[in-house]
Nanobody
Framework: QVQLVESGGGLVQPGGRLRLSCVAS????????LGWYRELPGKERELVAA??????????TLADSVKDRWDISRDFVEHRVKLQMNSLKPEDTGTYYC?????????WGKGTQVTVST
Protein backbone atom coordinates (compact mmCIF):
# COMPACT_ATOMS: atom_id res chain seq x y z
CA GLN A 1 0.00 0.00 0.00
CA VAL A 2 1.26 3.47 -0.89
CA GLN A 3 0.17 6.68 0.73
CA LEU A 4 0.62 10.10 -0.83
CA VAL A 5 0.27 13.34 1.10
CA GLU A 6 0.22 16.58 -0.88
CA SER A 7 0.83 20.12 0.27
CA GLY A 8 1.51 23.54 -1.20
CA GLY A 9 -1.57 24.53 -3.17
CA GLY A 10 -3.28 27.87 -2.79
CA LEU A 11 -4.19 31.15 -4.40
CA VAL A 12 -1.63 33.08 -6.42
CA GLN A 13 -1.72 35.97 -8.85
CA PRO A 14 -0.91 35.50 -12.53
CA GLY A 15 2.82 35.38 -13.03
CA GLY A 16 3.36 34.11 -9.51
CA ARG A 17 4.82 30.84 -8.30
CA LEU A 18 3.86 27.92 -6.11
CA ARG A 19 5.62 24.76 -5.04
CA LEU A 20 3.69 21.54 -4.59
CA SER A 21 5.14 18.80 -2.45
CA CYS A 22 4.13 15.17 -2.11
CA VAL A 23 5.49 12.81 0.49
CA ALA A 24 5.16 9.16 -0.44
CA SER A 25 5.29 6.17 1.86
CA UNK A 26 5.10 2.45 1.25
CA UNK A 27 7.13 -0.61 0.48
CA UNK A 28 9.65 -0.15 -2.35
CA UNK A 29 8.40 3.38 -2.89
CA UNK A 30 11.62 4.41 -4.58
CA UNK A 31 10.82 2.02 -7.42
CA UNK A 32 7.56 3.76 -8.19
CA UNK A 33 7.26 6.53 -10.72
CA LEU A 34 6.03 9.61 -8.85
CA GLY A 35 4.41 12.57 -10.49
CA TRP A 36 1.65 15.11 -10.71
CA TYR A 37 -1.61 15.13 -12.63
CA ARG A 38 -4.03 17.99 -12.82
CA GLU A 39 -7.71 18.30 -13.45
CA LEU A 40 -8.69 21.58 -15.01
CA PRO A 41 -12.34 22.73 -14.99
CA GLY A 42 -14.31 20.83 -17.62
CA LYS A 43 -11.33 18.77 -18.73
CA GLU A 44 -10.00 15.30 -18.15
CA ARG A 45 -7.21 14.64 -15.74
CA GLU A 46 -3.84 15.03 -17.43
CA LEU A 47 -0.23 14.21 -16.60
CA VAL A 48 1.81 17.32 -15.84
CA ALA A 49 5.15 15.97 -14.69
CA ALA A 50 6.72 12.78 -13.39
CA UNK A 51 9.99 11.26 -12.25
CA UNK A 52 10.72 7.61 -12.86
CA UNK A 53 11.70 5.24 -10.09
CA UNK A 54 15.29 5.03 -8.94
CA UNK A 55 15.68 1.66 -10.68
CA UNK A 56 14.86 3.41 -13.97
CA UNK A 57 17.19 6.31 -13.50
CA UNK A 58 15.00 8.85 -11.74
CA UNK A 59 14.35 10.73 -14.98
CA UNK A 60 11.99 13.67 -15.00
CA THR A 61 9.54 14.63 -17.72
CA LEU A 62 7.23 17.61 -18.10
CA ALA A 63 4.17 18.16 -20.28
CA ASP A 64 4.69 20.47 -23.24
CA SER A 65 2.23 22.96 -21.75
CA VAL A 66 4.42 23.55 -18.69
CA LYS A 67 7.98 22.51 -19.58
CA ASP A 68 9.18 26.07 -20.13
CA ARG A 69 7.75 27.27 -16.81
CA TRP A 70 7.85 24.44 -14.30
CA ASP A 71 10.26 21.92 -12.87
CA ILE A 72 9.93 18.62 -11.08
CA SER A 73 12.38 17.12 -8.62
CA ARG A 74 12.49 14.03 -6.49
CA ASP A 75 14.30 13.20 -3.28
CA PHE A 76 14.81 9.46 -2.86
CA VAL A 77 15.92 9.82 0.74
CA GLU A 78 12.94 11.87 1.91
CA HIS A 79 10.59 10.07 -0.52
CA ARG A 80 9.31 13.39 -1.75
CA VAL A 81 8.48 14.79 -5.16
CA LYS A 82 8.19 18.53 -5.68
CA LEU A 83 6.63 20.50 -8.49
CA GLN A 84 7.96 24.03 -8.83
CA MET A 85 5.42 26.08 -10.75
CA ASN A 86 6.60 29.43 -12.07
CA SER A 87 4.93 32.02 -14.29
CA LEU A 88 1.51 30.69 -13.37
CA LYS A 89 -1.42 31.47 -15.63
CA PRO A 90 -5.15 31.55 -14.93
CA GLU A 91 -5.52 28.48 -17.15
CA ASP A 92 -3.36 26.54 -14.69
CA THR A 93 -6.19 26.75 -12.18
CA GLY A 94 -7.34 23.31 -11.13
CA THR A 95 -6.87 20.43 -8.76
CA TYR A 96 -3.44 18.84 -8.68
CA TYR A 97 -2.97 15.20 -7.70
CA CYS A 98 0.13 13.37 -6.67
CA UNK A 99 0.38 10.00 -8.40
CA UNK A 100 2.44 6.87 -7.90
CA UNK A 101 2.73 4.18 -10.54
CA UNK A 102 4.15 0.75 -9.91
CA UNK A 103 4.40 -2.28 -12.17
CA UNK A 104 0.73 -3.22 -11.82
CA UNK A 105 -0.60 -0.66 -9.41
CA UNK A 106 -1.19 3.04 -9.10
CA UNK A 107 -2.15 5.33 -6.27
CA TRP A 108 -3.53 8.83 -5.99
CA GLY A 109 -3.30 11.59 -3.45
CA LYS A 110 -6.40 13.46 -2.37
CA GLY A 111 -5.52 16.50 -4.46
CA THR A 112 -4.63 20.09 -3.73
CA GLN A 113 -6.28 23.14 -5.26
CA VAL A 114 -4.29 25.68 -7.25
CA THR A 115 -6.04 28.92 -8.13
CA VAL A 116 -4.40 31.56 -10.30
CA SER A 117 -6.39 34.75 -10.19
CA THR A 118 -6.24 38.44 -9.48
Amino acid sequence: QVQLVESGGGLVQPGGRLRLSCVASGTMINDYDLGWYRELPGKERELVAAVTGRNRGGRGTLADSVKDRWDISRDFVEHRVKLQMNSLKPEDTGTYYCHARGTNTEYWGKGTQVTVST
